[in-house]
């Protein structure tokens, strides 16, 4: 857009492990300004499709927010959660391979609950409480760590990580 009062997001690229954006839990979004809202919406899915993505937080662009964007796998639209919380989990738990933007390369075998119960403030400024399963509560949890200060790599054991570092300085080197 050539708006002259679109919000300037030019600042808030892609960041990668170990920048201590990453790992620091993030504030809660306290707004008022639902344009704001909403070209913040706009840039985050722009990064998270540049970059190839179906997930993306907000401390992933150097931004201290609780928020995060997710592609819902069935119809492919952004799902835009502020302050968003899980409600409750599943037992059941699955075992699924993630990657993550902030850290390319890296993939892991995470176990995680197949099944959530999440609730969030969207980009109207209306709040939603939903259940999520499969790969929407894989990515939902996936983000929602994200703003907690939680890595995905943080979810395996020592062994694991760094045979997938290995793994990684492969692909990444050649």
Known sequence: MTDSTKNDFSA???????????????APFDYNDLDYLKD????MWDVMVRNRGI??????????ASVFIMKEMQ???PIFCVNPLIVSTSEEKELMLEGCLSDPGMYLKVKR??????????????????ELEGMNARVFQHEFDHLCGVLFTDRVGGVKLKAARKKQA????G
């Open 12 to 26: 808030h690229s892609l960041v990668y492990v170990p920048h201590d954006a990453l790992s620091n839990p993030t």
């Open 113 to 130: 609950p197949s099944r959530i119960k999440a609730a969030w403030t969207n980009v109207e400024g209306e709040r939603e409480e939903h």
């Open 40 to 43: 913040l919406q706009e840039h």
């Open 55 to 64: 997930g993306l937080a907000a401390n992933q662009i150097n931004l201290n």
């Open 170 to 173: 492969k692909l990444l080197n």
């Open 75 to 77: 119809t492919k639209q």
